[in-house]
């Protein structure tokens, strides 16, 4: 854990980073490699909460930091709503992420994990990308604006 330590304050120093920034990232970072791929253990998180909480289960389910405006809008939300709010990202489905020792009542959605699941299929497919550049410019605008 010492390696990641020292990368982790190379970076923060580069970035310029406040001391409580440093402190919730960190812990972010070292919580998130001691979980199993696919499982995120909450009992790492149960000493932490708030924002700290939100930065952390980000982290540790997509392997970035979230961005500003999303850690200042979860400053209002208590530690279930926070748990919630992750597991019900359509990242968290597409992954297939599971939080295991969690004292909140946390139901996956197999048809909303399905329909992400195939909507990525589609939008992420070469053929698809290829018969789209063939068409003209108004239909390929639809098409963007409907996959993002």
């Known amino acids: 854990m010492s390696t990641y330590n020292k990368l982790f304050e190379i970076t923060a120093n580069k970035l310029n980073m406040s001391d ?3 402190a919730d990232y960190n812990h972010a970072i070292l919580v998130s490699t001691a979980s199993k791929a696919k499982e995120i253990d909450y009992k790492c998180f149960e000493n932490i909460n708030g924002t700290s909480l939100y930065i952390a289960l980000y982290y540790a389910a ?3 930091l979230p961005s500003e405006n999303e850690i200042v809008e979860t400053n209002k939300f208590s530690d279930e709503e926070i748990v919630k ?6 990242a968290f489905y597409i992954r297939d992420l599971k939080v295991i020792n969690c004292p909140y009542q946390i ?3 197999k048809l909303k994990a399905n329909i992400y699941k195939c909507l ?9 990308r290829k018969l789209a550049k063939k068409m003209p410019s108004g239909i390929q605008n639809k098409i963007r604006g409907l996959f993002g």
């Open 20 to 22: 409580v920034e440093k």
């Open 62 to 64: 997509f392997q970035k």
């Open 85 to 90: 709010k992750v597991c019900n990202m359509a």
């Open 107 to 109: 139901k996956r959605n």
């Open 120 to 128: 990525n299929g589609i939008k992420n497919s070469i053929a698809l």
